[in-house]
């Protein structure tokens, strides 16, 4: 069997590791966690990796050598009904291409990091094991429950890691190479353009809000359509501002995921219209410029219909750009395996190198997959294209060696 149809195989099988029967779960922490570390863990070993769990959970995975270590991995947590590439893939390609080193030396050790959270899905918040990595697990984070009101500092005890000595994940920078992954693309752009991989140039940046208008609900017989404060007919002309805003600026993506009206009935005229934004681009200063054109677009149309309107920021993340020095490198490494350049584009979804970037260079390498499908069961990659990324990984090392 080819290393590329081992390592599909691989994915399938921890694709079977989840929390339910019918679909694929796996959150921090959990039970169905512990026995994708056992499975992840035991190919770690055969790959003649020294494996241990840090204080905030994450599987590592470590080659000794001299001098500073580089960094490969992703996560292994997953999405409710996920798909068995995203994160996994990541690991797995890792420990394939670290096998082929089995019998070659490298000047540098090498760890592979399965990251125990990066989705966010048990708890309110994500990221959380890269942020252990990067030294930046806020303590609070430990009392946050989830929905059977486990709280963090429990379930991780259960699972072995010690919540009490989460700065002991935290790495040094000086002793960091840098920090590669590899990762299913997510998007539709490789597939478009006919690139089984590509190199991340940038992870955008986001900004989140929850953007409410507030009318007054009526009786849809009696109150005339020119006395109305529909908050939904408003919440709607804005959902139209903040499409053509994003389409304005290029390279903007601009998404209203979810609304709430209220009361929410057919006979009566929508008091409250809440929503979420979430708005993200390569340049935080294009980011914040369509922020300001979205809030003076919710400030017209709640003037023109005389509802009040309550914007609430919730936070956001700045654009963490890729290593130019290790994203040629790997560029090189696509060319040398290709024999095309390489395709080079933006990541518009977080990964756990937004948080390695505090710690390390990062460098990340994107795989086709088919139709951009993720976050789904669908969620499918050719072998051929896995194989590329295998050679593209090998070679990459041996450059940095
Ligand atoms: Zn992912």
Known sequence: MSTAASVLERCAALGRVSEEPERLVRRYATPAMRE???LVGGWMRDAGLAVREDAAGNLVGRRDGPGKTLVLGSHLDTVIDAGRYDGPL????AIAVLERFWDRALPFAVEIVGFAD?????????????????????????????????AMADALRDFGGDPDAIGSAARDPAGLLGYCEVHIEQGPVLERRGAPVGVVTTITGQTHAEVCFLGEAGHAGTVPMNARRDALAAAAEWMLAVESVARRRQGTVATVGKIQVEPGARNVIPG?????????????????EAIADLRAEAQ??????????????????????????LGLRLADAVEATTGHPPERLASGAGHDGVLMAEVAEIAMLFVRCERGISHNPAEAVAEADVAVALDVLERFLGDLA
Do not use: C, K, Q
Not at 300 to 325: C, F, K, N, Q, Y
């Open 90 to 93: 990541g690991v797995i390609a």
């Open 36 to 38: 994708a570390y056992e």
């Open 272 to 288: 409250v219209a809440r929503m979420t934004l979430d708005v993200r681009h390569t340049s935080n200063a294009v980011r914040r």
């Open 118 to 150: 990066e989705e966010g899905v048990r708890y309110p918040t994500s990221f959380l094991g890269s942020s252990a990595v990067a030294g930046r697990f806020a303590p609070a984070w430990l009392e946050l429950e989830d929905a059977d009101g486990v």
């Open 300 to 325: 017209r149309i709640a003037a023109a219909r005389e509802v009040e309107l309550d914007w609430d920021a919730r936070g956001e993340t700045a654009a963490v750009p890729t290593s130019p020095d």
